[in-house]
Each structure stands twice: as structure tokens, then as C-alpha cells.
């Protein structure tokens, strides 16, 4: 078998054991983080999870597919080795920076859910302070 093809079959082995591992992981312990963020409505939380997950392994998928054909002829054993450290470093990076991404963007929607919550007083204001008069002219 040609050392181009053990290569890539390796590298398609890994990759996509590596995006599933990870994807699961996410979904499992990011739905608490989720649900927070979401202000405690379990069912959105699973569905807006769910649609991450979909997400996560189109483009990770997607590119794992896209960059198998980015290399020229391996001719030796050594050669299945640096190709596959540099496959699997760059989908490992992606992997990392869409992790990165995702929760970058849902800790800006929590803060600002966070922010809008305390804008309202937790309790009604019971009396009303009449405003300032101004400072006279010459004073």
C-alpha cells in the first residue's frame, strides 16, 4: 500500500475521532454553561447545544476533509510521521480556536444577560427624592 495512503487513513482516523471526542465533551459539560446563559430554560439550552454540536462538526469536518490533500508524496516512514505531526497540529489548533470562539461568544450574550438583570432594582423604590434646585448665578 502506498505510504501516502496509510497517511491519510491514519490522519482521517484520528481527525475524526478527535472532532467527536471533543464535540461530545463540549455538549455534555457546556449544556450547564448553556443553560445559564439562557437564564435557566432547559429546552432551549439542549436545542441551541444541539445546534453547536451540528455546527462544530460541519466545519470541523469540513475542514479535516479539505486540508487531507495538502501534501505532496510521502517517501518514507519518517515522511508519514512529519505529515501526520503537521495534520493533526493544525486540526487540533482549529479544534482548540472553534472551542475558544464558542465560549467567547456565549460569555459576551451571558455578561450581557448578567448586566440586564441588574439594572432593575430588586425592590420597588419606596420614597421619591425631589431634584436640586440649581446653584444661584453669583454664588
Known amino acids: 500500500m502506498d505510504r501516502t495512503v496509510i497517511a491519510y487513513v491514519i490522519y482521517l482516523t484520528v481527525s475524526i475521532g478527535l472532532t467527536v471526542w471533543v464535540a461530545r465533551t463540549l455538549s455534555r459539560n457546556g449544556r450547564i454553561f448553556l443553560a445559564d446563559v ?62 475558544l470562539g464558542n465560549v467567547y461568544v456565549l460569555n459576551k450574550i451571558r455578561r450581557r444577560g448578567l448586566m440586564e438583570r441588574e439594572t432593575h432594582p430588586p425592590v420597588h423604590p419606596q420614597t421619591w427624592v425631589p431634584p436640586m434646585a440649581p446653584p444661584a448665578a453669583g454664588a
Open 38 to 99: 439562557l437564564r435557566g430554560d432547559e429546552k432551549l439550552a439542549d436545542a441551541v447545544n444541539h445546534l453547536l454540536v451540528v455546527g462544530f462538526y460541519l466545519v470541523n469536518l469540513g475542514f479535516v476533509a479539505l486540508y487531507l490533500s495538502k501534501s505532496g508524496e510521502i517517501e518514507d516512514t519518517r515522511g508519514i510521521f512529519e505529515a501526520l505531526s503537521t495534520k493533526l497540529g493544525v486540526v487540533l489548533l482549529v479544534l482548540g480556536v472553534m472551542h
